[in-house]
């Protein structure tokens, strides 16, 4: 299964769906025209519907490695604390939400512990690691035990849960001030890598090679996933690859697969990265026949070219000025002392006419098709230039 997904319905399921996860970010951007496999749709949903959600204890069962913030104000405790103009930051303190038998924290409260210093409470004396048990109802953490220091292990101290992620949520207290920082961010401290991002699939006439962009840095090595285009899953067609690109030389003349690439370690597996496919193709184009013929004559004022395949036209070298390339054209027509252009660069098609001349104005023309234009639709350039000449009655 393929979809066509536009890049306006894309914008507009994601912004009536997270109206406030601004710090979440797509592995990928997706373009119009773009080809979504059916697994990055669901990868793309599947996040919907975890960000729009209730919290469940699964979601925060784990290690996580937590950042705090908090308005400055003198005389607070600043043990591993930095800070920075009005506002102090502690950074990778750990939180551990640990389950008990209970299927739910609200039958029977699972239990947390912090580093030292604590990243959910502070206070205006010696720093300390906290412990205690929590349950959650709703969107709403309920601590006991962040106090002890204080002499106040029974206190309950509540906090409003938010999922950004798979691997992030967020707590904000619900009561400002005291010894509260005002927000709190935990990232898996066990977190699979990031997705790749940037895949290609490139015909490459005897194989399909697939490139991606490294977007982490603990990755043990990549997995890549390919459908055939007569089959309807992705299958693992690789795991153990350590870098891009991927060599697929199993495909045979003609088969179209469509190609993913996710990251893993021993944590798990990343999401996999977009959709790109390649044709396995070594047959180059050539020019199959001509209006008029070569050594022929005419009266009209239309020229045709006629291509084994599908072609188009692409610059040499990278555009110049307004977009266009710099001489010589790719066809051009040459009459006595008259030189007519044909085909603009993006122009594709088996066949390319058009209606470079006046009738009568010139006796005879040339008429050069230059290859280093011409490529076929999975990327085969032409091999050497076509050459026909004609009389104009």
Not at 344 to 370: C, K, R
Request: hydrophobic residues 35%; aromatic residues 10%.
């Amino acid at each position: 299964m393929k979809l066509h997904l536009s890049l306006f319905t894309l914008i507009l399921l994601l912004t009536t769906s997270i109206s406030h996860a601004d710090d979440y970010v797509w592995g990928e951007e997706f373009k119009e025209g773009d080809i979504i496999s059916a697994g990055t749709f669901n990868q793309i949903f599947g996040t919907l519907q975890k960000l729009n959600r209730t919290p469940v204890d699964a979601d925060l069962v784990g290690t996580w490695s937590c950042s705090s913030v908090r308005s400055y104000y003198t005389g607070m405790n600043t043990t591993g604390w930095v800070r920075t103009g009005f506002i102090d930051l502690l950074s990778n303190a750990q939180l551990t939400m640990t389950a008990s038998s209970a299927a739910t924290s609200l039958e029977s409260a699972y239990s947390f512990s912090t580093s030292n210093p604590t990243p959910l409470i502070s206070f205006n004396d010696a720093s300390y690691a906290s412990a205690g048990t929590y349950m959650l109802y709703r969107s709403t953490l309920f601590f006991q035990g962040l106090m002890t220091p204080s002499g106040n292990s029974a206190t309950v101290t509540k906090h409003q849960v938010k999922i950004v992620s798979d691997d992030r949520f967020t707590l904000t207290p619900l009561s400002g001030g005291g010894n509260s920082p005002d927000m709190v961010v935990c990232d898996s401290a066990v977190a699979v890598p990031a997705a790749p991002t940037a895949s290609t699939a490139t015909n490459a006439q005897t194989t399909v090679n697939v490139t991606w962009t490294d977007q982490s840095s603990d990755e043990t090595g990549f997995k890549i996933y390919r459908r055939l285009s007569t089959a309807t899953e992705a299958t693992q067609l690789a795991t153990a690859v350590t870098a891009s690109p991927y060599v697929d030389s199993t495909l045979t003349e003609g088969q179209t697969a469509y190609y993913s690439v996710s990251s893993y370690n021993a944590n798990g597996e990343s999401a996999k990265s977009k959709t790109v496919s390649a044709t396995l193709d070594s047959v180059k184009p050539t020019v199959v026949s001509s209006t008029p013929t070569n050594g022929g004559s005419t009266t009209g004022v239309t020229v045709s070219i006629n291509f084994s395949e599908s072609i188009i036209i692409k610059c040499p070298t990278s555009p110049g000025l307004n977009g266009f390339c710099s001489d010589p054209p790719a066809i051009k027509l040459v009459g006595a002392g008259n030189t007519y252009y044909m085909g603009q660069v993006g122009s594709s098609g088996a066949t390319l006419s058009a209606q470079p001349f006046v009738d009568g104005a010139n006796p005879s023309y040339t008429v050069t098709i230059d290859s280093d234009y011409i490529y076929d639709l999975n990327g085969n350039k032409m091999v050497e230039d076509y050459v026909f000449t004609f009389t104009d009655n």
